[in-house]
């Protein structure tokens, strides 16, 4: 065989290899092109619940399990949030699985700093009754359910707050200023959580009724013990880190809603295609 008939089988070959290379990235780019808005949305999906998750921990109201839709498996019925939903039904099958993997990893720690979230507000709850007990020699209790510390609640206006207001310093400011504010007429502060049984328990202290310390005093005697409590110092470092978290895989997602496949994800994905059977 002469060099001629070698250039020209090359020449062939090497125009065959291009032209077979450049059909499949045209086949998958139009492919990827048609996937592109679904995809897009899911990915928006998925940024939407990171940032509610992240609203949860900055505002003191963490989401939790039961936040979440009720789905019936085929052993019990249990509450999924998105990723693990999205996992559970398909629909995540044609995501970037790496992404979704550290998805998934992080919407559960989420979920079970909610949970640990929750244990301390009742160690708070406990500690602020208990010193309420010692503060205030008038302290009425109804049954389970209420204890307040001034029997004539009439004309008493008073804010409606959870306990996580000691974990958060900037919410804890707001409530001693407006407490301190005279031009709001405010009377007092009523602390609401969820007993075992799903119902109110309530917590209502008022203006002029502890014994020997204004209640703004009382609040930041406790607000101070709490600092120093290690499972809440513990919890913040947590919470932190959780939203530095939180943040960079919003980022992430939010770089898949506008563009679902990188250059190099559909050069790598044309290639496969060229060697599949």
């Known amino acids: 065989m002469n ?3 070698k250039n020209i089988i090359t020449s062939l070959s090497t125009s065959l290899v291009v032209s077979s290379i450049t059909f499949v990235l045209g086949l998958k780019s139009g492919k990827n092109q048609s996937d592109r808005q679904i995809l897009r949305n899911k990915y928006r999906d998925i940024s939407v619940h990171f940032s509610n998750l992240l609203d949860g921990i900055k505002n003191g109201n963490p989401k939790k399990w039961d936040d979440f ?28 699985q790496d992404v979704i993997d550290k998805c998934e990893e992080l ?3 989420l979920l079970k700093y909610a949970d640990e979230y929750q244990e301390n507000l009742e160690i708070i709850k406990e500690y602020l009754i208990n010193e309420l007990e010692n503060c205030c020699s ?3 209790k109804e049954k389970d359910y209420a204890i307040y510390t001034a029997k004539d609640q009439i004309n008493k206006p008073y804010i409606n707050r959870s306990y996580s207001i000691f974990i958060t310093d900037e919410i804890f400011k707001n409530i001693i200023t407006n407490l301190e504010n005279d031009n709001l007429n405010l009377q007092g502060i009523c602390f609401e959580s969820r007993d075992r049984h799903n119902g109110w328990h ?3 202290i008022y203006k002029n009724t502890l014994d020997n310390i204004k209640i703004e005093d009382f609040l930041k005697k ?4 709490l600092k120093n409590e290690h499972s809440i110092i513990e919890l913040l470092k947590e919470q932190q880190q959780l939203i530095n978290e939180t943040n960079n895989i919003i980022n992430k997602i939010n770089k898949r809603v506008r563009e ?4 190099l994800e559909t050069i790598t994905g044309a290639v496969v295609d060229i060697f599949k059977v």
Request: hydrophobic residues 35%.
């Open 3 to 5: 060099d001629t008939v």
């Open 69 to 96: 839709k009720l789905i019936k498996t085929s052993s019990c019925d249990r509450y999924m949030p998105l990723i693990e939903e999205m996992k559970f039904n398909g629909e995540s099958i044609e995501l970037k």
């Open 107 to 109: 919407e559960f720690k």
């Open 138 to 140: 008038n302290l009425i």
């Open 202 to 204: 309530r917590v209502t």
């Open 222 to 225: 406790i607000n101070e013990h």
């Open 260 to 263: 679902p496949f990188t250059f």
